[in-house]
């Protein structure tokens, strides 16, 4: 039919518009929050899942030039890096001024701030996913 079409397989890419129930968001806000006094703690589920983190606007960038090909094509976009839930925490919490480090195991781990012993983070077994994919990552 002579169609210019292409096809983009887009990893996990975040901004501050990402909702705030996806982790990302949920960690973010979540450390401003407590750095603030306006929440106790986080609660999340697999701390080890892995996941290709990129950032919205460079993809939104790479959508772009995928449509500036002369010929059109499938793509990946991806960072091709993993990042687990756990490192995610750790350096949001450490951008408000919280040092992370992490006490116990499964589901009894607990991530509390050095520098006070204050318990900030908890696992909740009701955000662990039935069908956990432990790590994501594309070969872009």
């Not at 306006?38 to 919205?56: F, T």
């Not at 790479?62 to 995610?88: C, I, P």
């Not at 040092?99 to 195991?105: F, H, L, P, R, T």
Request: net charge negative; glycine share 10%.
């Amino acid at each position: 039919y002579g169609m210019y079409a292409c096809n983009g397989i887009l990893f996990n890419h975040e901004s501050p518009m990402r909702g705030e129930t996806f982790v990302t968001r949920k960690i973010a806000r979540a450390a401003a929050c407590i750095k603030a006094g306006k929440q106790d703690a986080l609660y999340l589920g697999n701390l080890d899942a892995k996941r290709d983190w990129g950032h919205a606007r460079d993809y939104v960038e790479a959508m772009w030039r995928m449509l500036q090909q002369e010929t059109a094509d499938d793509f990946v976009v991806a960072t091709g890096q993993t990042h687990s839930v756990r490192e995610f925490v750790e350096r949001a919490f450490k951008e408000v001024g919280f040092v992370i480090a992490w006490k116990g195991e499964g589901i009894d781990e607990v991530g509390y701030d050095v520098n006070s012993g204050r318990d900030l983070i908890f696992v909740d077994p009701c955000y662990f996913r039935p069908t956990e994919v432990d790590v994501l990552v594309g070969d872009a």
